[in-house]
């Protein structure tokens, strides 16, 4: 059975830093991709960043020039360096996996609260 489990989440103020990880554990076969996304409330689950064929790409917009996604295939594990953060970006941040099969995994979230 496969788990994701993401860690680094808390309260910061704003401007402050956190860095979430998440670490894959189980038959997860070969990794094609790894992401991040998140899901403020009573907003949709939007993406953040993905890793894939090791490259990292933060595709939200808003977190641009601030967000850093970074992966480690031969670990299982993927990272978001969250800098600057606004109140914003207050939401829940999940980790995400797809293998080479297209089977997809997510996480359980970890809460990232960011006070003003």
């Known amino acids: 059975q496969v788990q994701l489990v993401e860690s680094g989440g808390g309260l910061v103020q704003a401007g402050g830093s956190l860095r979430l990880s998440c670490k894959a554990s189980?038959?997860?076969?070969?990794?094609?991709?790894m992401a991040w996304y998140r899901q403020a409330p009573g907003k949709q689950r939007e993406l953040v960043g993905d890793v894939t064929d090791g490259y990292g790409t933060v595709n939200l917009d808003s977190v641009k020039g601030r967000f850093t996604i970074s992966g480690d295939n031969a670990q299982n594990m993927v990272y978001l360096q969250m800098n600057n953060l606004k109140p914003e970006d207050t939401a829940v941040y999940y980790c995400?996996?797809?293998?080479?099969?297209?089977?997809?995994?997510w996480g359980q979230g970890t809460q990232v609260t960011v006070s003003s």
């Open positions: 189980g038959t997860i076969f070969s990794i094609y991709q």
């Open positions: 995400y996996i797809k293998n080479t099969y297209g089977v997809t995994y």
